[in-house]
């Protein structure tokens, strides 16, 4: 079983930047694709990003391509999602999530992960 911990998250004024970062532990990381989801108020859970075990491939949802950056650092266990260019519509619990299974296919739906994180909040205002 994985233990997924997000952090980074925060207040901040639209056009401004974050960085979250997502620090996993229990089983090996680099044999695992992993995701940013994320909850609006209000709203279904909705992808965000994803990336393949070695950090060469990537998806996006189309409302954060060009703004939003998935990488991984294995050697670290840790997962990130640079964000720029923030707007108000990005402001949402924000959830990072690993595979069901080893080398897996880019899943972008929130059944193709079996561990998540316990989320953090990302306020962006006007």
């Known amino acids: 079983q994985v233990q997924l911990v997000e952090s980074g998250g925060g207040l901040v004024q639209a056009g401004g930047s974050l960085r979250l970062s997502c620090a996993a532990s229990g089983r090996t990381f680099s044999n695992y694709v992993m995701g940013w989801f994320r909850q609006p108020p209000g709203k279904e859970r909705e992808f965000v990003a994803t990336i393949d075990w070695g950090g060469l491939s990537t998806r996006y949802a189309d409302s954060v391509k060009g703004r939003f950056t998935i990488s991984r650092d294995n050697a670290k266990n840790t997962l990130y999602l640079q964000m720029n260019s923030l707007k108000p519509e990005d402001t949402a619990v924000y959830y990072c999530?690993?595979?069901?299974?080893?080398?897996?296919?880019?899943?972008?739906?929130?059944?193709?992960?079996?561990?998540w994180g316990q989320g953090t909040q990302v306020t962006v205002s006007s």
């Open positions: 999530a690993s595979a069901r299974w080893t080398y897996s296919g880019l899943g972008t739906k929130p059944t193709d992960f079996g561990s």
